[in-house]
């Protein structure tokens, strides 16, 4: 079984900073692409960033110049930096993993349960 843990959300006001973190454990040979989704109240679950194992990233244009993906492969973590917050970046976060899961090495894609972020104008 793997399990993705995020962390790091919270209440911040409209220009602030905040970082998430998510840890993958579990039975893991390796990971692909992870990622951040964010989900809105009252609306759908959308990307906003990617990055794959080799580092290459991704970014929804909403996002672009103020968020930072970044992992950490020997961790198992993935970060996402936001700077500049507005108040529509106020969601709840999903971190995404596609894992190779050993020790039959099969791929699955997982999630985490959310962290609230939110941005106070």
């Known amino acids: 079984q793997v399990q993705l843990v995020e962390s790091g959300g919270g209440l911040v006001q409209a220009g602030g900073s905040l970082r998430l973190s998510c840890v993958a454990s579990?039975?893991?040979?390796?990971?692909?692409?992870m990622g951040w989704y964010r989900q809105p109240p009252g609306k759908q679950r959308e990307l906003v960033a990617s990055?794959?194992?080799?580092?290459?990233?991704n970014y929804a244009d909403s996002v672009k110049g103020r968020f930072t993906i970044s992992r950490d492969n020997a961790l198992n973590t993935v970060y996402l930096q936001m700077n500049g917050l507005k108040s529509e970046d106020t969601a709840v976060y999903y971190c995404?993993?596609?894992?190779?899961?050993?020790?039959?090495?099969?791929?699955?894609?997982?999630w985490g349960q959310g962290t609230q972020v939110t941005v106070s104008s």
């Open positions: 579990g039975s893991i040979r390796s990971i692909y692409d």
């Open positions: 995404n993993a596609d894992v190779l899961r050993s020790p039959y090495l099969r791929q699955a894609n997982y």
């Open positions: 990055i794959s194992n080799r580092g290459i990233t």
